[in-house]
Nanobody, 121 residues
Framework: QVQLVESGGGLVQPGGSLRLSCAASGSISNINDMGWYRQAPGKQREWVASISSSGSTNYADSGKGRFTISRDNAKNTVDLQMNSLKPEDTAVYYC???????????????WGKGTLVTVSS
């Protein structure tokens, strides 16, 4: 019943910006860490950024200085602001969250289905 849904992907030119959003819904007690991963064609899925429940952030070197992760605990959402985009940023972006279910207080990681970001001129 708990699910994550990403939005905001699309086509953008090199040097442009894009903001991704992910909303968690369902029978949720609380959400611990949230984060973003991406998977380029023919490549392994890689970690992009994460944010704790208190707002502490961490970034992979690939997006450091260009990407900003944020969350809204009241809305159960996590965003990824991506600036100065490069062709190598092209990938399907997935959000993830460690969620404690209200039903049984079991914590586990959930994944969205992904949103495609294409950086090309």
């Amino acid at each position: 019943q708990v699910q994550l849904v990403e939005s905001g992907g699309g086509l953008v030119q090199p040097g442009g910006s894009l903001r991704l959003s992910c909303a968690a819904s369902g029978s949720i007690s609380n959400i611990n860490d949230m984060g973003w991963y991406r998977q380029a064609p023919g490549k392994q899925r890689e970690w992009v950024a994460s944010i704790s429940s208190s707002g502490s952030t961490n970034y992979a070197d690939s997006g450091k200085g260009r990407f900003t992760i944020s969350r809204d605990n009241a809305k159960n959402t996590v965003d990824l602001q991506m600036n100065s985009l490069k062709p190598e940023d092209t990938a399907v972006y997935y959000c993830t969250a460690n969620i404690v279910r209200r039903q049984d207080f079991v914590a586990m990681y959930y994944w969205g289905k992904g949103t495609l970001v294409t950086v090309s001129s």
